[in-house]
């Protein structure tokens, strides 16, 4: 029986990866929690009387502390999914993110390689680090061209990742994960304001008085998978037989105003009752005369990455990884799930 110590487990990515390794691997999942004021445990509650997960403080911005998790705990995995994974507050905390997302993964790096060289390492990467596209689709191959803070500390990472394992020939790797959502997906993050709000609209609509949802950038188009294929592929990418890193994706791009106009759809707002007008920040998303959804400049980034699109042919090939739901699955799981719980 191994030791997979993971961090960010009380977030998506965290949360769904044990639940992969508590039901695939006979594994003990230790998981490390910033220890805060108010709980916030809802996505590992029904964990916690596993005899197999263990919730222990880990706070890796704290060097020390982060020294003494792995001196103790000598893990055979470090799973990191923590980090501040809000673009668009990146702008507004640089420095956090770059602590949380860069500095923190060389604590975590120094302390594997001073007391448990042999543990094998993910860190948790991501496509806004190729920002600024020059080709569609994304592969491996794609220059790092981040456009926002967090796509900077991401790519920043990812060199001291590559750094350390050829310097040390450590286990250490940094995949990258185009966008993946899911039921447990922050409520900031643009999907799930998306099926959050459009499960509200659907319930309020009948009083005739609801406020429209207020997005920024609705031409943004993403790569978009579920959450909980991309587990099990981070998990193939950890037990290969030497370290190689790859692009998860579902091979397709879809823009915000298709999860919108999908998202309403599954909501009982059919698309051919409903319509786009006026233009710019003037634009509406329309259902029998009522508006659905409205532009607000405000949610607007200094700087947009209009396109990710990603191409996995090689995680396919080499891994025997490929998504297993659509993105039209996606959306009407995310829909579903919000129409059922709020």
Known sequence: MKKILITG?????????????????EHTIIAGVRRLSVKNHGNIQHLLDNPRFRLIDFDVSDQANVEQVISEENPDYF????????????????????????LAVLYQLEAIRKYSPDCRYYNAGSSEEFGDVLH???????????????GVSKASARHMVKVWRDS???????????NHEGTRRGEEFVTRKITKNVARIKNEYVLNNFKPLELGNVDAKRDWSDAEDFVE?????LNQEEPKEYVLSSNETHSIREFIEEAFNFAGFA??????????????????????????????????VDLLWGDSSEARRDLGWKPKSSFLDLVKKMVDHDLAYG
């Not at 990191?80 to 997302?101: D, I, K, L, R």
């Not at 592969?139 to 456009?147: D, F, M, V």
Request: net charge negative; proline share 7%; with cysteine.
């Open 136 to 150: 569609s689709p994304q592969s491996e191959l794609h220059p790092l061209r981040p456009r926002s803070p967090y």
């Open 168 to 178: 040390y020939q450590l286990f250490a790797i940094q995949g990258w994960l185009f």
């Open 79 to 102: 799973i990191n999914f923590a980090a501040n994974s809000f673009v668009g507050n990146s702008w507004t905390q640089p420095v956090s993110h770059m602590t949380t997302n860069c």
């Open 233 to 237: 592929g981070v998990w193939l990418m």
């Open 271 to 304: 698309v051919e009752k409903c319509e786009w007008v006026g233009k710019g920040v003037d634009e509406k998303y329309i259902h029998e005369g009522k508006v659905l959804v409205q532009i607000n400049p405000d949610f607007y980034r200094p700087a947009e």
């Open 9 to 25: 487990v009380t977030g998506q990515d965290g949360s769904f990866m044990a639940d992969f390794l508590l039901g695939n691997t």
